[in-house]
């Protein structure tokens, strides 16, 4: 293996490169990207969709200048898309090529042995590397240049790929059992994702560096958006990030991400919005929503939400728990005579012992009894 120059001098140099390039990391993922480059350890980044997991290895490419190789992994998947396979059109022609020459090939065979060892001489070129081809995984290892593998989504293949996926992990190399073990010269960056949805091996997370990623705070939010030069103004901004981090409160399906913040700025920009309208956020909830459940549990808050960020009557969104649709009393078109949604709560304040009196619901009252 050739040694490697550093690419970073230090964590606030990663800071810099990823900063200048729109990507606006904390301390820890400038720590973690460091790391990556300076022990050779794959990097495994896990969080919720949507808070730049893909975007980090992307941006490693451009910082450092190195061609990325993406592997999105889906399930289902098996090892020849991941590792390699074999050109069987090549070989097939080959093939055809083969049998027209197969009286010239053996005309100077003295005995029968040796045709079958000319035969069978011929047959291993079938499976060389003239008729290999490379997928992702062997087109890091085989790279003449250092690359960036990103493995996207790993928690979405099935644990057969996971398993073949450690050789690459821990050795940065690849066999193939016709051939014989490719090595890497120059070891790639390699970043996995993954989205949770299933817990990894720990035989793989032993592999890596390991990266949690959450929503980031509201300050680190708004610079993100600000730094997409949306055009939107910086206080707009900030009421729109605090708006997006309520929505998040809510119990949703799907809440919203970094980038659906970001797009939804820009159909603000678009729309020329100059402040946090109901109706125009109402209308252009599905930019940030994608299903229709949640859509309809924050339309029902939505007025509570913009008077809380704007700094109005400060009324609270509805409860995780609340009924999709359904607002507060004083925003129902048909209140409760409770003062909620379905009575509920003022039943249950009043479930308590001997809460009935004597004949009551035509009971008999013994104590009038002479």
Same mark, same amino acid.
């Given at each position: ?10 964590? /606030? ?34 969080g919720p969709a949507g ?16 061609? *990325? ?36 090939? !053996?005309?100077?065979?003295?005995? *029968? ?22 997928? +992702?995984?062997? &087109? ?5 240049? +250092? ?21 690459? *992990? ?35 997370k032993r592999r890596c ?11 680190? &939010?708004?610079?993100?958006?600000? =730094?997409?030069?949306?055009? !939107?103004?910086?206080?707009? @901004? ?16 799907? +809440?919203?991400?970094?980038?659906? @913040? ?8 678009? !729309? ?26 924050? =339309? ?18 509805? +409860?995780? /728990? ?49």
């Amino acid at each position: 293996m050739i040694e490697q120059e550093p690419q970073f001098a230090d964590v /606030d140099h990663v800071a810099e490169g990823y900063r200048a390039r729109g990507y606006i990391p904390d301390r820890r993922i400038a720590t973690s990207v460091f790391l990556l480059t300076r022990l050779d350890k794959p990097l495994l980044v896990e969080g919720p969709a949507g808070v730049g997991k893909t975007e980090l290895a992307k941006t490693l490419a451009e910082v450092t200048g190195r061609p *990325l190789l993406r592997l999105q992994c889906y399930e289902g998947q098996d090892d020849t898309k991941a590792l390699y396979e074999w050109d069987y059109g090549k070989q097939l022609l080959y093939t055809q090529i083969l049998r027209d020459k197969t009286s010239e090939l !053996l005309a100077d065979a003295p005995d *029968l042995e040796s045709a079958v060892a000319k035969i069978t001489e011929s047959e291993s070129v079938f499976f060389s590397e003239r008729f290999l081809a490379p997928r +992702p995984l062997l &087109e890091a290892v085989r790279s003449p240049e +250092p690359v960036v593998l990103l493995i996207d989504e790993v928690d979405r293949a099935d644990e057969a790929l996971e398993a073949v996926l450690l050789e690459m *992990l821990a050795e940065f190399q690849v066999s193939v059992p016709e051939i014989g073990t490719f090595r890497a010269e120059r070891r790639p960056y390699v970043v996995l994702t993954s989205n949770n949805t299933r817990d990894l091996s720990a035989a793989l997370k032993r592999r890596c560096l390991h990266l949690t990623l959450e929503y980031p705070d509201a300050d680190r &939010e708004w610079e993100i958006v600000r =730094s997409k030069n949306i055009g !939107l103004a910086a206080e707009l @901004t900030r009421q729109l990030v605090n708006l997006v981090r309520g929505l998040r409160e809510l119990d949703l399906r799907k +809440p919203p991400s970094i980038s659906e @913040t970001v797009d939804w700025a820009r159909t603000l920009t678009v !729309l020329g919005a100059e402040d946090l309208r109901a109706d125009v956020l109402a209308d252009t909830l599905s930019v940030v929503l994608k299903y229709e459940r949640d859509v309809a549990r924050a =339309s029902a808050v939505l007025p509570a939400l913009i008077d809380r960020v704007i700094g109005g009557p400060g009324r609270q969104p509805e +409860p995780a /728990d609340a009924t999709p649709g359904v607002g507060q009393a004083a925003d129902h078109p048909h209140p409760h005579p409770h003062g909620t949604a379905d009575g509920r709560a003022a039943r249950l304040a009043k479930d308590q012992p001997g809460r009935f009196d004597r004949g009551y619901y035509g009971t008999p009252d013994l104590s009038r009894r002479v």
